[in-house]
């Protein structure tokens, strides 16, 4: 099933109102589509390199609106479901630690889930859900989400067609390496 809604969305790559589908894509996978923008992305601009940067625009600014869309589930539904059951319970003192811990490291969590493979939408819905601040929330996703499409777009708009399988296969891999060494050296420097 995810294979075929997976050949659904790259066949739209080429459909006269791409940029409009790409900007749904990305727009839903910030808080609920299993399909992310760069599979439409990539195709969008090696058919096109002189839009590279605009589709990475699209993808950028429909992307943050779709995490603010994530964050306010996670907020709704937190509110309204999640902390009466936690307090009936006897866990809203226990609740309210692990919303200060993940809120205290925010910034790394949106930052990681916005360039690397993790999906997105688990940290949109939970920066809602813990009641991150949203200025936080969205600053910090705009720089993540602008890194990686950007990067994308750069990388196609240079190289073309011979980067996409580094693009599709390691890119995820090789954000993840930079965000776990650049906390990696905070650490230590922080213990020096």
């Not at 006269?16 to 299993?34: D, R």
């Not at 902390?83 to 609740?95: C, D, H, T």
């Not at 996703?141 to 994308?152: D, G, N, Q, T, Y």
């Amino acid at each position: 099933m995810l294979q075929r809604l997976y050949d659904k969305t790259i066949a739209l790559a080429e459909h006269p109102q791409a940029l409009w589908v790409l900007a749904g894509v990305a727009f839903i996978e910030s808080s609920f589509f299993p399909i992310p923008p760069d599979v439409l992305m990539i195709p969008m601009i090696l058919a096109r390199p002189n839009r590279a940067f605009l589709i990475a625009t699209v993808a950028l600014v429909a992307s943050v609106l779709g995490g603010m869309l994530g964050y306010a589930i996670g907020a709704l539904f937190y509110e309204s479901i999640g902390q009466p059951i936690l307090a009936a319970m006897g866990k809203a003192e226990a609740m309210e630690a692990f919303n200060t811990k993940f809120n205290d490291f925010g910034f790394w969590a949106v930052l990681t889930a916005g360039v690397t493979p993790f999906p997105y939408k688990v940290i949109t819905i939970m920066s809602g859900w813990t009641g991150m601040p949203i200025g936080t929330f969205i600053a910090t996703s705009i720089l993540a989400r602008a890194l990686r499409f950007f990067l994308v777009a750069g990388l196609l708009w240079a190289f073309g067609a011979p980067i996409r399988e580094f693009i599709e296969k390691r890119l995820g891999l090789m954000f993840t390496l930079f965000i776990v060494l650049l906390i990696g050296g905070f650490a230590v420097v922080k213990f020096l």
